[in-house]
Nanobody, 123 residues
Framework: QVQLVESGGGLVQAGGSLSISCAAS????????LGWFRQAPGKEREFVAA????????YYADPVKGRFTISRDKALNTVYLQMNSLDPEDTAVYYC????????????????WGQGTQVTVSS
């Protein structure tokens, strides 16, 4: 049974930094991209960032390029999202996701979801 378990969300002031993690288990993820989506109140869930598990290629949504960094530790089966220069617009529930997409996945291409972790950025 595949499990994606997020941790590390919380409250941070605008301009601050926060790191969230996703521990993946239940299968091998070669051929997958693992990454993050987010959903703000009243908005659709949107892609944030992803990393190809085997080769390490990374993909970012335009709003987070240059501020967020995704990485993975294959030995720990964990994906990280380092978020810098946070803005109140980044406030959302962040969901870990795994997909067999070739690059940045759409919501429909996600095979597995985590339960989500809240990130709140205060102004």
């Amino acid at each position: 049974q595949v499990q994606l378990v997020e941790s590390g969300g919380g409250l941070v002031q605008a301009g601050g930094s926060l790191s969230i993690s996703c521990a993946a288990s239940g299968r091998t993820f070669s051929g997958y991209v693992l990454g993050w989506f987010r959903q703000a109140p009243g908005k659709e869930r949107e892609f944030v960032a992803a990393v190809r598990w085997s080769g390490g290629s990374t993909y970012y949504a335009d709003p987070v390029k240059g501020r967020f960094t995704i990485s993975r530790d294959k030995a720990l089966n964990t994906v990280y999202l380092q978020m810098n220069s946070l803005d109140p617009e980044d406030t959302a529930v962040y969901y870990c996701a795994a997909s067999r997409s070739l690059s940045s996945p759409s919501r429909a291409e996600v095979d597995y979801w985590g339960q989500g972790t809240q990130v709140t950025v205060s102004s």
